[in-house]
């Protein structure tokens, strides 16, 4: 690889801009699309390895290349600067998230508590609008307060993010929901909400609550089968 | 910062404070190979290693390739599979078989 293309790579990672770096296997000669003007299949090639987030091979003119994609990294969207947040934040960071941490209550949202992390402290409607979750987003709510995490969710059911966690039992996400449809959302909005938010491993402490819903996000973008849920009851009385 | 990203910026800084360098890459692979293609090791003259290309069987190989690209400069493409003796040699029991390109970091 040469300076000048490993200097482009870093600079596309640094701009989370989406790039694919295609090598031709017969004599290392590399180029980054869509930098580069490429033959039709290889620009192809490059931008569903980008779309798929999946490497690829590709034989063109009896020449094996290889497609590697290098998309900016998955985003999770933390909304409650609490206890759960601080033990979720850095495993996700480690995980491989870009992750940004939203909550008006200076007190909770301080960089004291979370070194280094991307904080807002606007309204929880607003920050979400500015965030703008996309189909590589997370979003999770840990406020525990209706007013908080509420507007949040709102945004998020609009969005198409990939996953939403709301800290909360049943009977809290039972009220939520109600709440929710008085929001215009209807059952189908609804059911991408995982509530109460984790795989279901009987956590108990802040590290371990924090490890279940790491593990559900995992879950969901890999389209394991731990991470479906069977349909909630019918509403009953709550 | 995902963990391919990580082995990259590892690479070039051991590139910028001088160190010769050598990138290895999956490309393809078949069975049960438990790292996909695109994951990377970062191999340098003194012999550090960064990120992997399998769950541990083949980095020494690969290494070794590595520091032979570094002193010719030319990539080489490494074939790993149960079929090859030199696999076996190496240890690649999970059944799996992988090609991984070694490339100098010029």
Redesign the interface.
């Known amino acids: 690889?040469?300076?000048a293309l490993?200097a482009a790579?870093?600079a596309a990672?640094a701009a989370k801009r989406p790039v694919a770096l295609l090598?031709r296997?017969s004599?290392?000669e590399q180029c980054l699309w869509p930098d580069a003007a490429l033959p039709g299949a290889l620009a192809e090639a490059a931008e569903a390895a980008l779309r798929d987030d999946?490497?690829?091979?590709l034989t063109l003119d009896g020449e094996a290349w290889?497609v590697?994609?290098?998309?900016p990294?998955l985003r999770l969207i933390v909304v409650g600067a609490v206890h759960i947040a601080q033990a979720l934040v850095p495993m996700a960071q480690t995980t491989?998230f870009a992750v940004t941490v939203v909550d008006p209550r200076r007190a909770w949202a301080t960089a004291d508590r979370f070194p280094g992390i991307t904080l807002i402290h606007e309204w929880t409607d607003d920050a979400m609008r500015a965030l703008a979750p996309d189909a590589r987003t997370a979003v999770v709510t840990l406020t525990h307060d209706p007013k908080l995490d509420d507007p949040a969710l709102d945004i998020a059911l609009r969005s198409p993010c990939f996953y939403i966690g709301a800290l909360g039992s049943r009977r809290t996400h039972a009220k939520r929901v109600a709440r929710l449809a008085e929001m215009g959302h209807g059952e189908a909005a609804m059911a991408r909400i995982r509530a109460p938010v984790g795989l279901d491993i009987a956590a108990v402490t802040a590290p371990e609550i924090a490890l279940s819903i790491l593990a559900e996000v995992v879950a969901a973008r890999r389209g394991a089968a731990l991470a479906r849920r069977a349909a909630p009851a019918p509403a009953a009385a709550a | 910062?995902?963990?391919?990203?990580d082995v990259?910026?590892t690479a070039?800084a051991w590139?910028a404070a001088g160190e010769p360098v050598a990138?290895a890459?999956v490309?393809?692979t078949w069975g049960s190979s438990p790292r996909?293609?695109?994951s990377r090791l970062a191999v340098s003259a003194t012999g550090k290693l960064a990120g992997s290309v399998s769950g541990g069987c083949i980095e020494g190989a690969v290494a070794d390739a590595a520091q032979q690209t570094m002193r010719t400069g030319s990539?080489q493409?490494l074939d790993f599979g149960i079929s090859d003796e030199r696999a076996w040699e190496v240890g690649l029991a999970c059944g799996g078989k992988l090609k991984v390109?070694v490339?100098?970091?010029?």
Do not use: I, Y
Request: aromatic fraction near 4%; proline fraction near 11%; charged fraction near 15%.
């Open positions: 690889m040469t300076p490993l790579l870093q990672q090598t296997l004599d290392g999946a490497a690829a091979n290889f590697h994609p290098h998309n990294p491989g | 910062m995902s963990d391919s990203e990259l910026a070039a590139r990138l890459t490309v393809e996909p293609a695109g990539p493409l390109f490339e100098k970091l010029a």
